[in-house]
C-alpha cells in the first residue's frame, strides 16, 4: 500500500499523482494519512484504485470520480462526489451539503447524516444513506436512484425528473411534483440490491416507501404557476 | 364652413402606450402568460454608437494605414494557468448550446472561430464531439445545471468558464422548452426527450465568493492547473462581482450586458433586469484596477458587440477582449432575409425572428429540426463567420491606427469622447467638445 502523508506532502502533488496512474496500475492501494479537512482531495480520478483518508475530508472530496473507490474514514464537507461519473466513494462519518450532486453514475454511500441538498440534480448515481438527509434533498433530480435509511428533511424531491427515491423513516414534506408511488416488486428488487451493493443487512425493504415525480410539471403550463 | 374641410390632426400614437405595448397588453389577455423568446435587450439603451474616437491630428500622431503593423494579438488567462490562452484577434465566440443551436451551427461556429484564429464556447448541455473536433480553441462552460458535465470533456477543454450568469437575464436561470428536446438533447442531458428543460439560476453545490474559490481550486486540481479558469457575470453591480471573481481565483472575468443573448428567456427579465454593456466596462476595470490586475486579470466584455468600432471602444474602456454571440449568429444565416416569406409565415420578418425556443428557425440555427438544420451548410456558414471576424478585427485596426496604436491594446479612455451625457458619465470619458465628465469632472 502506498502512504501519503499530507503533514508532509501537498494536496497538489497527491492529486498530480493519483492522475498520473495508468488504468492497469498496480499501484491500486493508497492511504492518506492526515487529510486534515483539506479541500478537493482524491479529485478526478481515473483509475480503478483505492484510496483510503484517514480522517476528514473538506469540499469536493472524490469530485468527478470515475472508476476509483474513495473511502473517508471520518467527515465529508460540501460536495462530496460531485458530478462523479462512476465507481465507489463511502463517507464512514457524516456528510454536509449538496452529498453527490449532479452524479452520473457510480455509488456514494454515507454511514453517517447527509445535510440539505443531498442529490442534487443528481443524474444517475446511486445513493445509500444510513442516517438521515436534510432539507431539499434531490431538488431536480433526473436520474437515479436515493435510499435514506432514516428520515427525509423538507421539500423532499422538489421539480425532481425520473429519479427514484426510497425513505424508511419519516419525510418532513415532498416538494412541487414529487408524490409517494406504489413499491412494486421490481422496486423492491432493486432496493435490495442497492442495500446490499452499500452493506447493509438485516433491513426489510417493506419498511421504506418509494418517492419519485407525478410528472405535472414536466411542461410548462399557465395552470401550473402557483406551484412552482 | 363645411365641416368636411375642417383640418384634422393626424392619427396620433401614445408614446407611453405604442402600437407594441398595445399589441403585448392584447397578447397577454389572450393568453394568461407572459411572452418568451431569444435575443438581447431590444430597446434603445446607451451604447458604443454613443462614443466616438478622437483620431490623431498634431497633438498625435497616427500609423500609416497599409503600411504600419498594429497588432491584434491577445493572451488569455496568465494569472495561473499553466497553459494559457493565446488569440490571433481579440474577439471570441460567447458560450451557446447544443440544443438552443443545431448541431451544424456549433460546428460552423467552431470552424468559422479556427479559422479567424480564436476561440469558442461550449454552452448549456455539454460538449459535442463535432464542436470539439472543429474547435481550435474550446472554452468548456461550467453551468449550474451541469447538462453533459463529465470530466473527460473537462479535461479535453482549452479553458474552463464558470458562468454565474448572462446578461440578458442576470439571476436566472434557463428553459429549454419541449419541443427542442431531440433524442440527442436529452440524451446529452440525461433527461426524457419532448419535456421541458430548466437550467438552474444557482450552481448545486456551492454558495458565494467563498465556495466559489474552493470550486474553483477543485477544478484546477481536476485539470492539474493547466487550463485557464474563466468566471463570467451578467452585469449587474460589475464592480463588486468583478472584484469576487478574481479573489475566488479567476483567471479572466467575463462580463456580459444586457443587450447579450438568451436562447429563451421572458421578454420582462431580457428588457428589465441588468445594464448595458457601456456602463458596466468602466466599472469593471476599476475593480480590476484597485485590485492592482488590471491585464493580469483579463476582462471579456459582450452584450451588442457588432463590429469592429464597438471592439475597438470596448477596448479602448478597457477590456482585454470581446465576445460575440448574436451577430455570429447573423454571420451563419439566422434572419437572413432570404427566408423572407418562411418568416412572414411564423408572424413575424427577417430581422425580428426571436422566437427562438419553438426551435423553427428556418435559417437551422436555432432548431433541432433535422430538415431545418441540414439547411445550414456547416463549412459555408464557418466560412462566413471568418470573414466577419476578419472584417471587424480589420475595422479596429483601422481604428486604432488612426489614434496611432501599434497594438489595439493601446487604445485608452483618453482616445475616446461621448456624445451624450449618459454615455459620459458610463463611460468616463468627456462629452464631445468638452472637459466634461459627469460624476468626475466640474462642467
Known sequence: ?228 | MDSHNIPRTLPRFSATFDPHTLSEIRRAAATGIYDIRGGGAKRALPHFDDLLFLGASISRYPLEGYREKCATDVWLGTRHAKTPIHLKTPVTIAGMSFGALSGQAKEALGRGASLAGTSTTTGDGGMTPEERGQSQTLVYQYLPSRYGMNPDDLRKADAIEVVIGQGAKPGGGGMLLGQKISDRVAQMRNLPKGIDQRSACRHPDWTGPDDLEIKIEELREITDWEKPIYVKVGATRPYYDVALAVKSGADVVVLDGMQGGTAATQDVFIEHVGIPILAAIRPAVQALQDLGLHRKVQLIVSGGIRNGADMAKALALGADAVAIGTAALVALGDNDPVHEAEYEALGTVAGAYDDWHEGRDPAGVTTQDPELAARLDPVAAGRRLANYLAVMTLEAQTIARACGKSHLHNLEPEDLVALTIEAAAMARVPLAGTDWIPGRTAF
Open chain 1, 1 to 228: 500500500m502506498r502512504v501519503v502523508d499530507l503533514a508532509d506532502t501537498t494536496r497538489r502533488a497527491l492529486n498530480a499523482e493519483l492522475h498520473a496512474l495508468a488504468p492497469e496500475t498496480n499501484e491500486t492501494r493508497w492511504r492518506v494519512e492526515n487529510p486534515g479537512g483539506q479541500h478537493a482531495l482524491a479529485v478526478g480520478l481515473k483509475a480503478p484504485v483505492t484510496v483510503e483518508i484517514a480522517g476528514h475530508a473538506g469540499y469536493y472530496c472524490a469530485g468527478m470520480n470515475q472508476l476509483a473507490t474513495v473511502i473517508v474514514e471520518g467527515n465529508a464537507g460540501v460536495g462530496v462526489a460531485e458530478n462523479m461519473m462512476s465507481g465507489v466513494v463511502h463517507v464512514k462519518g457524516d456528510a454536509s451539503q449538496s452529498a453527490g450532486a449532479t452524479a452520473h453514475g457510480g455509488l456514494l454511500v454515507v454511514d453517517g447524516d447527509a445535510s440539505a441538498r443531498c442529490g442534487i440534480s443528481m443524474k444517475g448515481v446511486d445513493i445509500v444513506v444510513k442516517g438521515s438527509i436534510g432539507p431539499r434533498s434531490a431538488f431536480m433530480a433526473q436520474s437515479g436512484n436515493l435510499v435514506v435509511l432514516g428520515d427525509a428533511g423538507d421539500a423532499l424531491g422538489d421539480s425532481i425528473y425520473e429519479a427514484r427515491l426510497f425513505v424508511r423513516g419519516a419525510v418532513k414534506s415532498l416538494g412541487a411534483d414529487c408524490v409517494e408511488k406504489e413499491m412494486r416488486d421490481e422496486h423492491r428488487d432493486l432496493l435490495r440490491r442497492l442495500l446490499g451493493r452499500a452493506g447493509v443487512e438485516g433491513v426489510d425493504v417493506a419498511e421504506f416507501k418509494r418517492f419519485g415525480s407525478a410528472r405535472a410539471l414536466y411542461n410548462f403550463h399557465v395552470d401550473n404557476a402557483a406551484a412552482y
